[in-house]
């Protein structure tokens, strides 16, 4: 999609690598929640029948609607409109940090989620985010107070309310983890910007970040994870998780 050269160089990178870490979907029912402007949601819309959900209005005047897909105006109150077992997969990317509801989110989610479906969370990593206040923006302070447990902060959404991985397991309902893969994690502590906006850059650095991205001593330290589960029921190909066509 030729319009993703629109966004800023990092969200550029970063859509990039979890909609390759994702893989292909076609025909399938999809649930995007917390959709922001809908990148994601009209990047699968092409071949997918797709739901967003999104509160800001904000947000939502500046939609991507290349192609069409059903936009929900709307939090986690409106995910009890849609039925059980509607959807092949589900998508939250970089929302759980801003809510205090993660528990009833990941509940709900999993409700709508069809037995064998993919679930796909996109999440701030703490270890990341201490790496890159103390080596590229220099604020030691910042860095310990996160290593303290304290919450980080977004000029756009507020606090970053962290959370660990293993979380998602404990709130969920029948979720198995199939893959975790680390994102960004070379961006943030790489400080020669001028490079960051050119395609053959990000062609370059896309291909180093998939390749690190399951390598346990680089995925620590990444800015972001990118956790995949499948609900329990009928198995997913494996090849849906990897970056290829099969898809659940």
């Known amino acids: 999609m ?10 550029r990178l970063l859509k990039r690598i979890v ?7 076609t025909g399938k029912k999809i649930l995007d929640f917390g959709s922001g402007e809908g990148i ?9 029948a797709v739901v967003a959900v999104e509160p800001s209005q904000e947000m939502l005047r500046n939609r991507w609607a290349d192609y069409e897909y059903k936009q929900i105006v709307g939090d986690v109150a409106r ?5 059980d077992g509607s959807f092949d997969v589900v998508i939250c990317h970089n929302v759980l940090e801003y809510l205090e509801e993660k528990e009833q989110v990941i ?18 990593n703490r270890a990341g985010r201490v790496m890159q206040m103390a080596v ?3 604020d030691l302070a910042k860095a310990n107070e996160l290593l303290d447990g304290n919450d980080g902060s977004s000029s756009q959404f507020g606090a970053i309310r962290y ?20 994102i960004r994690t ?40 990118h956790l995949l589960f499948r609900k329990e029921g009928l198995r997913l190909s494996s090849a849906g998780t990897t970056g290829q066509s099969d898809t659940p």
């Open 2 to 11: 030729d319009r993703i050269k629109e966004l800023p160089p990092w969200d």
């Open 19 to 25: 909609w390759e870490q994702l893989g292909e979907f």
């Open 40 to 48: 994601t949601a009209n990047h699968f819309a092409e071949r997918n």
């Open 79 to 83: 995910l009890s409109d849609l039925e």
């Open 107 to 124: 509940k709900e989610l999993c409700r709508l989620l069809k037995a064998g479906g993919l679930l796909s969370i996109v999440k701030h």
């Open 136 to 138: 590229l923006l220099d």
């Open 163 to 182: 959370y660990e991985d293993e979380q998602i397991e404990e709130w969920s309902n029948g979720l198995t983890r199939l893959e975790t893969f680390g």
């Open 186 to 225: 070379f961006w943030d502590l790489q400080q020669n910007q001028e490079k960051h906006g050119t395609e053959e850059w990000q062609r370059q650095m896309m291909q180093l970040e998939m390749r690190v991205s399951k390598i346990e001593e680089y995925r620590g330290v990444a800015f972001f994870h």
